[in-house]
């Protein structure tokens, strides 16, 4: 693999049209004003909009909740990294719910359209339900119930540069918890090596770059939910399988919690940047899918407790008109996650 990366030399040229697209220039820009460094450094607080991590379509769920490589394969995929928006996917609208424990809900829609003379544009839209609390005062006086809940509108754009992908995102996210609200501007960009003969993909994507506009509270000190993720995906030749790695989480080495004793900790601290995912293709019109997420694993399992935290698998049946797809994701013995997504071939449905 390492040998057909170095065998093509149109790294620089790829490097120079990445330059004249717009989107990416101001990404840079952002970058030399400070806003980069902001990002990254994650003092100690609490992360907000961390909804925008949450697996927000089966096929991602299904192979374990993140992923930055797999090229056509679900145009909801520019949303973990926006060099994933390919032509394939344009003119096909997708829909999909994500059902978490105690009444979560998280609600996607995603849409893909390739304008001949400007690019591949996309839009998605995520929305995330807590369900229905109970409001108390400072002093413990029962006031009226509250909906909170958050959402993100994302726009990203796509180009192809010789055997590279390349894409900028950018996403306006909020919150609203009764009366308090947060807004936040976020940027993402990733890049995709595309293999010009082999089914492999080689991916970087950094998400979440920004800042915000308005705190629940001007006293809280939160963190952007920031990631640098490096992710490949590989199809063998002669086996009916897919595989996806991806690590994670690279901008900090030590996921541990605190006070947390392991028998193996360097093993045990790697392996939780690694997310592992499969698909078994049966089929031109069925995938299963599996997937490990080793930190959630390790953050939700219970001592002592047997349980499906940090596994999952899904099913995926494709028609000539529709894709859907079902996941069954592991987080916690008292809830898990079932996600379902519907994706229509708007191209077949209404022939011109």
């Not at 927000?56 to 909740?65: I, N, R, S």
């Not at 119930?145 to 996210?173: C, D, M, W």
């Not at 009916?240 to 193996?264: A, G, H, I, M």
């Amino acid at each position: 693999m390492l040998a057909a990366l170095c065998k093509y030399s149109a790294v620089y040229s790829a490097i120079k049209k990445v330059c004249r697209v717009g989107v990416i220039r101001i990404l840079f820009f952002l970058g030399l004003l400070g806003v980069f460094p902001n990002a990254i450094a994650q003092q100690p607080g609490t992360v907000a909009y961390s909804f925008i991590n949450l697996p927000y379509a089966a096929k991602l769920g299904g192979l374990g909740g993140v992923t930055t490589s797999l090229l056509n394969a679900d145009n909801t995929l520019f949303l973990s990294n926006p060099a994933l928006a390919t032509d394939s996917m344009s003119n096909k609208p997708s829909v999909n719910i994500t059902l978490l424990p105690n009444t979560t809900n998280l609600s996607t829609a995603a849409y893909s359209r390739n304008f001949k003379k400007l690019g591949l544009f996309s839009i998605g839209v995520q929305y995330v339900a807590y369900g229905t609390l109970a409001g108390y005062s400072d002093t413990g006086t029962a006031t009226s119930s509250f909906k909170p809940h958050e959402s993100a509108l994302t726009l990203s754009y796509a180009r192809q540069a010789n055997n590279f992908r390349l894409g900028a995102s950018i996403k306006q996210v909020g919150a609203n918890i009764a009366d308090y609200k947060n807004i936040a501007t976020l940027f993402d960009m990733g890049g995709v090596f595309i293999h010009p003969s082999q089914r492999f993909t080689l991916a970087l994507a950094i998400k979440n770059v920004g800042f915000q506009w308005k705190r629940l509270s001007q006293n809280a000190e939160v963190n952007l939910p920031f990631d640098v993720q490096l992710g490949t995906t590989i199809k063998p030749e002669h086996m009916p399988f897919r595989f996806s790695v991806t690590l994670y989480k690279l901008y900090k080495w030590d996921l541990t919690q605190p006070n947390e004793q392991s028998t193996n900790a360097v093993a045990d601290n790697l392996m939780r940047h690694v997310v592992l995912g499969a698909e078994l293709l049966l089929s031109n019109h069925i995938n299963l899918l599996f997937g490990y997420n080793h930190l959630r694993r390790k953050e939700l399992k219970l001592n002592g407790v047997s349980s499906f935290s940090g596994f999952s698998t899904g099913l995926a049946v494709k028609t000539r008109l529709f894709d859907f797809e079902y996941a069954f994701g592991g987080y916690h013995v008292a809830g898990n996650a079932n996600m379902f997504s519907l994706r229509v071939d708007m191209n077949k449905l209404i022939k011109k």
